[in-house]
């Protein structure tokens, strides 16, 4: 699959918000998608600048999640992260592979989006591991700060 992904460029399921799939005879490709891509950049610049999730949703029609999704995705740096499992039941190994698609801006807005959202919550410690996981913090310490 990951050598796949590195000579073709495929994308395993649907392309994120930014991008398209297209097909012409026998060839497959993800292309950035001059309709939305222009706004994905938009919304990584403003939250480098300091909007907030809840902000960004409300501009783009999108819930806080949503955004949120949108900003941990390495596709847009031009690689691709897969999740593999060797049965149902078993861990995911998660893959991360240079994608044959291209990126449409460059890894340092990425890296200072996720310092960012790193800094504000889970979603810079699930990136950077390859995937979710809960703080304390999240996962009900928290819970017993009104009694």
Known sequence: MVGRV?????HPSNPPRGYRRRREDDRE????????ARDVVRMFRRYA???????LARRHGMTPKEVK?????TFYTGTVRLR??????GPAEVIEAKGGHEAIFPKGLFRRVQE??????????????????RSPA??????GAGR
């Open 6 to 10: 590195e000579r073709r460029g495929l």
């Open 29 to 36: 490709w993800v292309e950035p998608d001059p309709e939305t």
């Open 49 to 55: 600048e300091g909007a907030t999730l809840r902000g």
């Open 69 to 73: 999704t949108v900003l941990t995705n």
């Open 84 to 89: 593999l499992r060797a049965n149902a039941a």
């Open 116 to 133: 960012r959202v790193g800094s504000r919550g889970v979603a810079g410690r699930a990136l950077s591991r390859g995937g979710a996981t």
């Open 138 to 143: 999240s996962s009900g310490a928290a819970s």
